[in-house]
């Protein structure tokens, strides 16, 4: 009943930039925190930044002064402006939601450490 959608992923050169974006739908009533998550082959999932709904951010240091994190309140969306991007910025990027609040029928739910799909990000050399 609820789901987050990415979009924004591909192939691109180092160097280059591409624009994730993660859409919550659904019957929304809070959304506590948004983030970005990456997960290369053979590594584990990392945090890449991090946005409250009051908009405070949080970035790994490996990605500070090259990705920002944005949100449309009124759209429910995330976005991940990556810029510069290196090979080593190759992963599937996961949306994920700390805390979703949203009705089913009558009912609020709750539903915590929700997650999107993921989209391919590929940095060629």
């Known amino acids: 009943q609820v789901q987050l ?3 924004g992923g591909g192939l691109v050169q180092a160097g280059g930039s591409l624009r994730l974006s993660c859409a919550a739908s659904g019957r ?5 925190a948004m983030g970005w998550y990456r997960q290369a082959p053979g590594k584990q999932r990392e945090l890449v930044a991090a946005i409250t709904w009051g ?8 990605v500070k002064g090259r990705f920002t994190i944005s ?9 991940l402006q ?6 080593e910025d190759t992963a599937v990027y996961y ?13 609020l739910r709750d539903e915590y450490d929700y997650w999107g799909q993921g989209t391919q990000v590929t940095v060629s050399s």
Do not use: H, W
């Not at 990556?82 to 090979?87: I, R, T, W």
């Not at 949306?95 to 009912?107: E, F, H, I, M």
């Open 5 to 7: 959608v990415e979009s």
């Open 28 to 32: 929304l009533f809070r959304i506590n």
């Open 55 to 62: 908009g405070s951010t949080n970035y790994a240091d490996s």
């Open 71 to 79: 949100r449309d309140g009124a759209k429910n969306t995330v976005y």
């Open 82 to 87: 990556m810029n510069s991007l290196k090979p």
């Open 95 to 107: 949306c994920n939601a700390d805390r979703l609040q949203y009705y089913s029928g009558s009912y």
